[in-house]
């Protein structure tokens, strides 16, 4: 009982016993076929108990879509989990959603798209690229374009002067936020509906209601900030975080121990925090305010959606993840520098996918989606080829979809590429 307990069994010959394992398989789409070593033993979600501890090749496979494929080391006695699969279609099916557009973005709850064309025409297309309303001309392409959190404003700056438009109102108005022209690294509150954050020429973070059009000082002397669900980072001009709450009243100034300049903070909802210095290095601030060394050198980074992973780009052509937090996250070592891919050419506008085991990214006229796993390689799945320049690609709900810019010499189209997930 004790030799079971611990994963072992005996053989048919009764004499010779081997370790055995579990392995645990996900993906999505769910119901898809699950193959160990060629033959048939599931579907997906499914549990392969009392397997030989050894290494295995698992494929998950799913009708119309590309198979999934690895070589996967049982455990002995242990639970070995392949979690992580996503199978992409066969055959690609992108639809264009409007024509000669020069940028767009995408609201958080992911059903709405604000495009600007190449005549500075603004509009709001629900997921079909039907408009809700008459779009409206612009003065010229916004150097920024923000939702707020509710997807039901966007807030515009073009040439330093402000303006908002309310969607849920037809026709669609700009209106003017005066208070906010001049202002740098504006940002909607997560927690508070209708108020925004700014820093003034006088280096003063301000709040601003979008209702009354009234605004407050928070902070003075501000060099840049950075906002969690709960609270507002500060950096001021001597380097020195400050972590206020919402209503602007100081929690906490944790003194970190490093004589370099801040460069960056990056800060997820929950309030992790990673450090960029101005020599590119990054560190984490852990909870007892300890400066954990992340990178010697990043260029690009970025949280993953539940917080506990960062990407990071520190050269060109290759992309990197550090599992800061997640202990199940087996096969990444935690808070280690891990390579997931590498190329032979620029690797451009990283940012994860859906649930973040996932990384989307575009090499020359390519868009990739690559997996994080890299047990026996990570598998990558090409969402288009023949694209030209920046695409600005923005992810849809769930990974269900894949949102871009394909460029070609006649005209830039908003098109979006239908990656068939499942979303039970």
Same mark, same amino acid.
């Given at each position: ?311 990071? *780009? ?20 935690? *808070? ?14 990283? *940012? ?9 990214? *575009? ?62």
């Amino acid at each position: 009982m004790v030799l079971y307990a611990l994963g072992y069994r005996l053989s048919e010959n009764v004499i010779e016993s081997k370790p055995v394992g579990v392995l645990i398989v996900e993906s999505i789409p769910r119901r898809s076929d699950v193959y160990i070593d060629d033959q048939h033993v599931g579907k997906t979600p499914h549990s392969a108990i009392s397997l030989v501890a050894e290494t295995v090749n698992l494929a998950v496979v799913s009708e119309g879509m590309t198979t999934w494929q690895k070589n996967i080391e049982v455990g002995s006695g242990e639970v070995t989990e392949a979690r992580d699969v996503r199978l992409f279609p066969e055959e690609n099916n992108i639809t264009t959603i409007a024509s000669n557009v020069s940028g767009f973005t995408l609201s958080p709850n992911r059903n709405l798209l604000a495009v600007v064309t190449n005549n500075n025409l603004f509009s709001v297309l629900d997921k079909d690229g039907i408009p809700i309303a008459k779009p409206v001309e612009l003065s010229s392409v916004p150097d920024q374009l923000l939702w707020s959190p509710d997807s039901s404003s966007i807030i515009f700056s073009i040439k330093n002067k402000v303006s908002v438009v309310d969607i849920t109102k037809t026709p669609l108005l700009l209106k003017p936020a005066l208070k906010l022209n001049n202002t740098s690294k504006f940002t909607w509150d997560q927690r508070i509906p209708g108020r925004l954050h700014a820093i003034t020429l006088d280096n003063d973070l301000i709040s601003y209601n979008l209702a009354t059009g009234a605004t407050e000082l928070i902070y003075s002397q501000v060099k840049f900030f950075a906002a969690s669900s709960r609270h507002i980072y500060i950096v001021d001009f001597d380097s020195q975080i400050h972590i206020l709450n919402l209503q602007g009243a100081l929690v906490t100034s944790p003194h970190i121990d490093s004589d370099k300049e801040i460069k960056e903070l990056h800060v997820t909802p929950g309030g992790e925090v990673v450090i960029l210095f101005e020599d590119q290095s990054l560190s984490y601030l852990a909870k007892d305010n300890l400066l954990i060394p992340v990178a010697e050198s990043v260029d690009k980074l970025g949280w993953s959606p539940d917080e506990q992973v960062l990407y990071l *780009q520190i050269d060109d052509t290759s992309l990197h993840v550090v599992n800061m937090l997640d202990e199940r996250l087996s096969y990444i070592p935690l *808070q280690q520098l891990h390579l997931v891919t590498r190329l032979s050419r620029p690797i451009r506008n990283p *940012q994860w996918f859906a649930g973040g085991r996932h990384i989307i990214y *575009q090499a020359d006229d390519e868009i990739f989606i690559t997996e994080i796993d890299t047990r026996d390689n990570p598998t990558s799945y090409i969402v288009d080829s023949t694209n030209l320049g920046d695409s600005q690609i923005t992810v849809g709900d769930q990974g269900s979809s894949v949102y871009y810019i394909k460029r070609t010499g006649q005209q830039n189209r908003l098109v979006s590429a239908s990656l068939f997930v499942d979303v039970e």
